[in-house]
C-alpha cells in the first residue's frame, strides 16, 4: 500500500513557475514508476508527466514539453513536478500516481493522492 501527498499547489500568474511535490509513504518508493496527472474543470483527468523507478526515463504530454520537469528523490520518497512558463490552459488539479508496471503510469496508475489545486491567472 502506498499513501500520496501532494502539495505545492497555489494561485500564478502566467508565465510564473510552481514546483509540486508529492511525499509518498512506505518502504518500497524506489521501485515504482512515479506520474503525475490533471484535471480541469469540465474535462477528464489527463496524464502529465512521469519518472521510472531510478530516474533513467521520462514521459511528457506534448502540451508540456519544454516547460514542465519531473524528477524524484527516492531518499526523501519525493517526486516533484517543477512546471515554468505556467499558462492559463495549466490550470487544473494536479494529482500524483504510483504506479508498478511502467505500461500503466500513464493509463491506470496503482495509486493516487488527493490533488493539490494549481490556478494560473491571465
Known amino acids: 500500500q502506498v499513501q500520496l501527498v501532494e502539495s505545492g499547489g497555489g494561485l500564478v500568474q502566467a508565465g510564473g513557475s510552481l514546483r509540486l511535490s508529492c511525499a509518498a509513504s512506505g518502504r518500497t518508493f524506489s521501485s515504482y514508476f512515479m506520474g503525475w496527472f490533471r484535471q480541469a474543470p469540465g474535462k477528464e483527468r489527463e496524464f502529465v508527466a512521469a519518472i521510472s523507478w531510478n530516474g533513467g526515463r521520462f514521459y511528457y504530454v506534448d502540451s508540456v514539453k519544454g516547460r514542465f520537469t519531473i524528477s524524484r528523490e527516492n531518499a526523501k520518497n519525493t517526486v516533484y513536478l517543477q512546471m515554468n512558463s505556467l499558462k492559463p490552459e495549466d490550470t487544473a488539479v494536479y494529482y500524483c500516481?504510483?504506479?508498478?508496471?511502467?505500461?500503466?503510469?500513464?493509463?491506470?496508475?496503482?495509486?493516487w493522492g488527493q490533488g493539490t489545486q494549481v490556478t494560473v491567472s491571465s
Open positions: 500516481a504510483a504506479a508498478v508496471a511502467e505500461w500503466s503510469i500513464s493509463t491506470t496508475p496503482n495509486y
